[in-house]
Structure formats: structure tokens, C-alpha cells
């Protein structure tokens, strides 16, 4: 039962509460809403992290690329395509498409961080934080933008 038809079937709050945390199945209404607060989350985390590079100086950037055997050149480059996806997943303009290419970037990221080990705290930054965004972002490319996006792509079915 969702929590919709416990409210509508005029079940009292224990009901509701109930229906809010033993449904396994996606809330049809509400599922939306929970992708729109993920794709804001990500589309916004690509845009910070890409001026992060600039506010450290593109050559920090270009020197880390460099440290890890990728060309240099690609400095700007990754830069511009962070701003650009950054700033679709966070409108919902082509998201799956966008979060699906980006998910390029994180998957370099974590081959990067693998020698330092899991923790994100380790000197260095491990594993830990870059994999949970690229498990964040597949989510979006497999469930789609949600409510609010410039192009309606969820999966999930609008209520009526």
C-alpha cells in the first residue's frame, strides 16, 4: 500500500507511518521528488567541484592530470564539460545522457584514487567518496530526471 492510498483510504496516522516505512516498492508519487533532490545534488557537485579548479589555479589541475599519466591538455576541456553537465543534470536537460558521459570522469577518478585505498580520509583522498557519487549518478542515469527537469525522462509514471 503507498502512502498515498493509506491516506485516501482513511487509515489514522499509524497506518500512514505504517504504509511510509514497510512499502519496497517505488512510490509512484513521490519517487520523483527524491530523484529531483539527487540530480539538484549531483548537478550542482559538478559545477563546485569544476571551480574548485580554477579557484586552486588550472595549472594544480593540469599538474595532477599529469601526475596520473593523462595528458595535461585535457585540463580545460575537463573543466568545461563539468560546467556544461553540471549545469544539464542540474536542469534536467538531457540528464541521463549527461550523468551517463560524466560517470567517464568519476570512473578515472576512482582508477586514480585505487593505490591510495578506501577512505576518502587517507592522505590523498581514497576511493570511498568518488564511488559513492558514481553509484549516486548511475542511479540517475538508470532512473532518470525526476520532477521539475526541462525533459520529463524518469521512469517512473506521473500520478494522475
Request: glycine share 12%; no cysteine.
Amino acid at each position: 500500500m503507498s502512502i498515498d492510498q493509506a491516506r485516501d483510504s482513511g487509515a489514522n496516522v499509524s497506518g500512514v507511518f505504517a504504509a511510509l516505512f514497510s512499502n519496497a516498492a517505488v512510490d509512484p508519487v513521490y519517487a520523483r521528488y527524491g530523484l529531483f533532490l539527487l540530480r539538484i545534488a549531483i548537478g550542482f557537485d559538478w559545477i563546485v567541484h569544476a571551480f574548485l579548479k580554477i579557484s586552486r589555479g588550472m595549472y594544480t589541475h593540469e599538474a595532477l592530470l599529469a601526475k596520473n599519466g593523462i595528458t595535461p591538455l585535457l585540463a580545460w576541456p575537463t573543466f568545461g564539460l563539468e560546467v556544461v553537465g553540471g549545469v544539464a543534470i542540474l536542469l534536467g536537460w538531457y540528464t541521463r545522457q549527461w550523468a551517463a558521459f560524466l560517470l567517464i570522469f568519476l570512473a578515472v577518478v576512482v582508477w586514480i584514487k585505487w593505490p591510495v585505498g578506501w577512505g576518502y580520509s587517507n592522505t590523498g583522498g581514497g576511493w570511498e567518496y568518488p564511488l559513492f557519487w558514481l553509484v549516486a549518478q548511475a542511479s540517475l542515469v538508470l532512473a532518470g530526471s525526476g520532477a521539475f527537469a526541462l525533459q520529463a525522462t524518469s521512469g517512473v509514471p506521473k500520478s494522475k
